[in-house]
């Protein structure tokens, strides 16, 4: 549910690791192939794995996301003396219009996160999920059992205008990063969408002095709001030779690709130039 990058391949304690995730990675394409389906499939995998991966003929793909990163900052303000002057005024010109209209945010997390409050996010869920090219994909008894599980590692940012939720996000409260998934909304506000997201994320992510707050793929709107990209990775097996052969070839240009405007984009951050000097 979460694109988390981390371990694909587990090896239990005392085991010679080498060997087991190199066995595992051949048993996979053995369960692929004798179920006769046409490919098998390791999402968000961490380095490592992909290089076992790729050794037993998997194919490597890279992707980007965003992440921002705690630099030790103790303040928002800390955070934005870190980026340039022009970019410093027009994040703090973006988060005074996005709150106007008398909109107020409130964090919900642990025993803060009603049903009540479920619901409501449900609804912009919902939203956001059945407009063009969307598919909701969960259920609202989903909410309400993560909310019975793990509650106190589940932070809701709520937009209220008007004395009720229009707006809201949900994050994942992991031991040093919060993880963003859905937004959605029942009213449409400027820059709201960006406050919710991903400023109010950076203000938790320094008041609970969290390293990363990882937003997700897509979107390089992040870079301005003070993401930066990094690149993920994943292995593919694709059994049939013909087709396997083909999606190496794309995936050999994608990487390619990849850097390229992973490195472009760096150029292009809302840092201050002086600071990595």
């Known amino acids: 549910f979460t694109p988390v990058t981390g371990p694909r391949l587990l090896v239990s304690k005392g085991q010679d690791a080498g060997a087991v995730k190199a066995g595992l990675a051949e048993g996979l ?4 192939d004798k179920l006769g389906v046409s490919s098998a499939h390791v999402t968000f995998a961490n380095e490592p794995d992909v290089a076992t991966l790729e050794a037993a003929g998997f194919l490597h793909r890279t992707d980007q996301q965003f992440h921002f990163f705690n630099e030790g900052f103790s303040t928002y303000d800390d955070f934005l003396a870190t980026l340039a002057s022009r970019k410093r005024k027009a994040m703090k010109k973006e988060r005074r219009e996005a709150l106007a209209d008398g909109i107020s945010i409130d964090w919900l997390t642990g025993k803060d996160i009603t049903e009540s409050a479920w ?3 449900f609804a912009f869920y919902m939203d956001t ?7 909701p994909y969960l259920n609202r008894q989903f909410f309400s059992l993560i909310g019975e599980r793990m509650a106190d590692d589940i932070l809701l940012v709520m937009a209220k205008r008007n004395g009720r939720y229009i707006a809201g996000a949900i994050n ?6 919060l993880y963003g998934r859905n937004w ?5 506000h400027p820059f709201l969408h960006f406050e919710v997201c991903y400023h109010q994320a ?3 992510a320094i008041e609970r002095k969290l390293k990363v707050v990882e937003a997700g793929a897509q979107g390089e709107h992040k870079l301005a709001r003070g993401y930066r990209p990094v690149t993920t990775h994943s292995a593919h097996y694709i059994s049939h030779p013909g087709l396997r052969n083909a ?9 390619r690709e990849v850097q390229r405007m992973g490195e472009y984009l760096e150029e292009h951050t809302p840092f201050r130039k002086d600071l990595g000097e």
């Open 29 to 32: 394409k053995l369960v692929t």
């Open 119 to 121: 619901d409501d996010f």
């Open 129 to 135: 999920g059945g407009r063009k090219w969307g598919r």
């Open 172 to 177: 994942f409260i992991g031991s040093d990063a």
């Open 184 to 188: 959605g909304c029942i009213e449409d």
């Open 202 to 204: 950076i203000d938790f």
């Open 247 to 255: 999606v190496a070839d794309y995936l050999r240009r994608e990487r």
